[in-house]
């Protein structure tokens, strides 16, 4: 398999390349000019391969949440580069990627608690179990919330990884019953070495998008809203 995959919805700014069974990555956390970067990314890996982006079997991207511009970037280059070649794309949530990256840490975590800064004194946040196969699966909605809004499912009583940023920007979610922020783990961000291993089983189940369908999901209507 052939795959691309790349994500600007956070700080972090990724591209990763699988080819048979190897992946390569490129990565940077930035405060802003991921648009300047990303494209240079693919370019590099593209050329450490020795393939073009017509050899590829899909490219796959961070579908958000995140911030506003960074996940437009995303889908933007997606469709654009997707349409040149013929290709078929992936969209992946960060949310979900940043929950398969505690999974692949550790292999003991098999349960997650995703709180990523959403600004405006919220939060992007997802409930993600381990499935059989070592993957990621959601529990529930991806919402966005004040942080007293953040809850876990009903039966979820310990043992919750706590992962992402939000957990450092707004410390009370730290008190949430039941969830365990281990050190490092509330600095992590999304990664397109995750967004690849994600798309993986869509790409070889034939489960793909066409380019124009290659859509960013914000959860948040009012991008314009002012903080109060």
């Known amino acids: 398999m052939r795959l691309l995959a790349l994500d600007t919805a956070t700080e972090s700014c990724s591209a990763a390349l699988l080819v048979a069974g190897r992946l390569l990555t490129r990565e940077a956390e930035l405060a802003r000019g991921h648009a300047e ?3 240079p ?26 911030s506003f511009t960074g996940v437009r970037l995303a889908a933007s280059v997606t469709q ?9 794309v992936v969209a992946i949530s960060d949310l979900r990627a940043l929950a398969q990256r505690a999974f692949d840490e550790d292999a003991r975590v098999t349960r997650a608690l995703i709180c ?15 499935g059989s196969d070592g ?16 809850e876990l499912p009903p039966a979820w009583s310990e043992g919750v990884a706590a992962i992402g940023r939000g957990f450092a920007v707004y410390p009370a979610l730290r008190a949430l019953a039941g969830v365990n922020v281990r050190e490092g ?37 009012d991008v314009a809203r002012p903080p109060p």
């Open 37 to 39: 970067r990303i494209l």
């Open 116 to 130: 990523n800064d959403a600004r405006m004194q919220e939060v992007y946040w997802g409930c993600f179990e381990r």
């Open 135 to 150: 993957l990621a699966t959601g529990r529930g909605p991806e919402r966005v919330d004040p942080p007293p809004g953040v």
């Open 185 to 221: 783990w509330d600095s992590l961000l999304p990664r397109a070495a995750e967004v690849a291993r994600l798309a993986v089983p869509e790409v070889a189940a034939g489960r793909l998008l066409d380019p124009e369908a290659a859509l960013p999901v914000y959860l948040r209507d």
């Open 80 to 88: 654009g580069l997707a349409f040149g070649a013929g290709l078929g």
């Open 41 to 66: 990314m693919i370019d590099e890996l593209l050329a450490d391969a020795g393939i073009g982006l017509r050899a590829l079997d899909a490219i796959a991207f961070g579908r958000g949440p995140g």
